[in-house]
T-cell receptor, first 113, second 112 residues
Framework: NAGVTQTPKFQVLKTGQSMTLQCAQDMNHEYMSWYRQDPGMGLRLIHYSVGAGITDQGEVPNGYNVSRSTTEDFPLRLLSAAPSQTSVYFC????????????FGPGTRLTVL | GESVGLHLPTLSVQEGDNSIINCAYSNSASDYFIWYKQESGKGPQFIIDIRSNMDKRQGQRVTVLLNKTVKHLSLQIAATQPGDSAVYFCAEISGGYQKVTFGTGTKLQVIP
């Protein structure tokens, strides 16, 4: 199993550009989530999904969209990038909910100029 | 709003000694607590969890203690090794096990 994969590993955007961060898992996990981690801080939940077709907002959802058309994929879209979105983004999955062990991807380091 | 925080940003421990990492939380309705370890350049890795109706849980070389009276969580690592050097986060689970709030993290440095 590849586990949780994220692409790209690094990305530089200009203010106002849009892009999609990809996340995929091959463990048939129902629960998937996106976090951002700013320097010297913990992770903050952006959006999460408890299954295909179901998504919900986390702590910091503004400026981000998600969709869950399949169990495997959970892409995160930045609608109009802003410097405040410069961060490291982690995707994670688990069998059922956040209380179960979440498996994290390697992260995407995003810089918005 | 609700928050999860840590008392010490950096903890230096001699190899072989025991480490204690602390966490304070404010949401008394949280169902579950988890400790994660994050090595440099990597995503967090699950260490151990504890339900809100428990006060202690032990794993391999790690013990988590939960004191609901003072809303305090701690992670004890026995016989700390260089491979334990990392940032440790406590996480608070609520909202029917769907939402997680991470603390700001404690960096553990193991001195050989």
């Amino acid at each position: 199993n590849a586990g949780v994969t994220q692409t790209p590993k690094f990305q530089v955007l200009k203010t106002g550009q849009s892009m999609t961060l990809q996340c995929a898992q091959d463990m048939n996990h129902e629960y998937m989530s996106w976090y951002r981690q700013d320097p010297g801080m913990g992770l903050r939940l952006i959006h999460y999904s408890v299954g295909a077709g179901i998504t919900d907002q986390g702590e910091v959802p503004n400026g981000y969209n998600v969709s869950r058309s399949t169990t495997e994929d959970f892409p995160l879209r930045l609608l109009s990038a802003a410097p405040s979105q410069t961060s490291v983004y982690f995707c994670a999955s688990s069998t059922r909910g956040a209380r179960n062990e979440q498996f994290f991807g390697p992260g995407t380091r995003l810089t918005v100029l | 709003g609700e928050s999860v925080g840590l008392h010490l940003p950096t903890l230096s421990v001699q190899e072989g000694d025991n480490s204690i990492i602390n966490c304070a939380y404010s949401n008394s309705a949280s169902d579950y607590f988890i400790w994660y370890k994050q090595e440099s350049g990597k995503g967090p890795q699950f260490i151990i969890d504890i339900r809100s109706n428990m006060d202690k849980r032990q794993g391999q070389r790690v013990t988590v203690l939960l004191n609901k009276t003072v809303k305090h969580l701690s992670l004890q690592i026995a016989a700390t090794q260089p491979g334990d050097s990392a940032v440790y986060f406590c996480a608070e689970i609520s909202g029917g096990y769907q939402k997680v709030t991470f603390g700001t993290g404690t960096k553990l440095q193991v001195i050989p």
